[in-house]
């Protein structure tokens, strides 16, 4: 077995900078220490988050900071949304002691892997959650379903740290590993770029479902790095192929004008 690399955990626009020392104490707590932040709302770094963290300094001083979730996660090849609203997705939901021994079994194969929670305020958005492998939903009771932020870290934190310790064998999964989050994003892009060349986002205000049905849908196939290369190979083909077409349908009309 590779060493195992602890899942990081990142922050989308996390708002109060005690919550953020509140996350890097509990990070501590289990033995994470990749804290990545995107689009903190007051800036970084801010004076509170340490003084919040109650000498657990070393996640928030290797903390890295992101203007996009992409960029965040763009390294990572097994990423779970943690929230209580799956929001209309199609991904597996699990708990935190599942999520836990996926990213174990991931980790075992040297393989980056990462816990992606949402702000205090909104949690996360759909968007956000379409570029994940699957959602974290902790079972808590729901007369009151509300948890805070570093509360939410620690459940799945200790639930990783469970697992370590108690060092199962990893399941190791057949064939390459899958892709990285930036493979994926390309193809993402690529696809998206030429479906909306093609007129295939309609009505427009549908666009954003249709784009996080089909990244979710390719997210659940689990690429690995050749079969990305190769289905952008296929859409880089389609897309030639329709410009090879539009070009012989302007020339023949153009034949057709008068002469003279």
């Not at 899942?7 to 996390?14: A, D, K, S, Y």
């Not at 779970?80 to 002691?97: D, F, G, H, S």
């Not at 997210?219 to 290369?229: G, M």
Request: charged share 25%; hydrophobic share 40%; glycine share 8%.
């Amino acid at each position: 077995m590779t060493e195992l690399v602890p899942p990081c955990v990142i922050l989308n626009e996390p708002q109060l900078a005690e919550n953020i020392g509140a996350v890097a104490r509990v990070m501590a707590n289990f033995g994470l220490s990749d804290l990545r932040l995107v689009r903190p709302r007051d800036g970084w770094p801010q004076e509170r988050a340490w003084a919040s963290a109650s000498g657990a300094n070393w996640p928030l001083d290797g903390a890295k900071v992101f203007e996009r979730i992409e960029d965040a996660i763009a390294d990572l090849r097994l990423l779970y949304a943690t929230t209580a609203r799956p929001r209309e997705t199609q991904l597996p939901v699990i708990t935190p002691r599942e999520a836990a021994a996926n990213l174990y079994d991931a980790s075992a194969e040297g393989l980056g892997v990462g816990l992606l929670f949402g702000g205090e305020r909104a949690g996360l958005e759909t968007h956000d959650i379409a570029l994940s492998q699957g959602i974290v939903t902790i079972p808590i009771d729901p007369k009151f379903h509300s948890l805070n932020l570093a509360q939410a870290v620690a459940v799945n934190a200790y639930e990783w740290r469970t697992r370590v310790l108690d060092a199962p064998p990893p399941r190791f999964r057949e064939g390459p590993p899958p892709a990285d989050q930036a493979m994926m994003i390309g193809l993402y892009e690529q696809l998206e770029h030429e479906l909306d060349e093609a007129g295939f986002f309609h009505p427009p205000e549908k666009r954003p479902s249709m784009v996080r049905n089909l990244r979710v849908a390719l997210s659940r196939a689990r690429f690995s790095d050749q079969e990305v290369r190769t289905f952008r190979g296929v859409v880089t083909a389609l897309s030639r192929g329709r410009g090879r077409v539009l070009a012989k349908l302007a020339a023949a009309k153009e034949a057709q004008k008068p002469q003279g």
